[in-house]
């Protein structure tokens, strides 16, 4: 599993050679849904990610079926009834840092930039800009993004019947300190 993922995400994200590349496999995603009946709270640390130094291109590749629920019920159905993770096995975000060259990795700052990028999840691909927050410290590099998604909007189908315990709009944290 850890060599496909290796593969899928050198082919999701080709760098040039001679670049200057950060990389992490510990990066972590987690998303928050509230409902009337239940919230549902998910934590993922076997996150991967690689950012390109010299121009602020990235990319994420998530295993779907990392998840932790804090019910095991939960994250079997999430991984066989709605993210069908036996098909979609990853999801993954490729894009870049807008206004990458703002930042000074010589010295330590905070960076309120913006991403930019296509996030695919259970086979459907969207155009996003996001909020980010890049973190100089101790020569260490780190980003930290909140955001909202809709499951529909990447065709996760929540029946009518379930409303009321599965919410469409998800929080979404997403964080990776670079080494």
């Known amino acids: 599993m850890k060599k496909t993922l290796f593969i899928s995400f050198g082919l999701v994200f080709s760098l040039a050679a001679s670049a200057q590349k950060l990389s992490t496999r510990n990066a972590e ?6 409902t009337p009946v239940e919230n549902i709270d998910a934590t993922n640390q076997q996150v991967s990610s690689i950012l ?3 121009n602020g291109q990235f990319a994420f590749l998530v295993p779907i079926k990392a998840f932790q629920f804090e019910k095991a019920l939960m994250q079997e159905h999430f991984n066989e009834n709605y993210m069908e993770s036996g098909q979609f096995p990853t999801a993954k975000f490729t894009g ?9 990795l010589d010295k330590d700052g905070k960076y309120t930039l913006v991403l930019a ?3 695919t999840m259970h086979g459907v691909s969207k ?10 410290k101790g020569g260490k590099l780190s980003l930290k993004s909140d955001f909202n998604i809709l499951a529909s909007d990447y065709k996760v189908e929540i029946p009518a019947a379930k409303a009321d315990n599965i919410s469409n709009s998800l929080a979404v944290k997403v964080s990776a300190t670079y080494d």
């Open 52 to 54: 390109n130094l010299d």
């Open 29 to 34: 995603v987690s998303f928050f849904s509230a």
């Open 117 to 119: 990028g296509t996030m």
């Open 127 to 136: 155009e996003i800009k996001q909020e980010v927050m890049v973190t100089v």
């Open 96 to 104: 870049e840092i807008v206004d990458y060259n703002k930042i000074s």
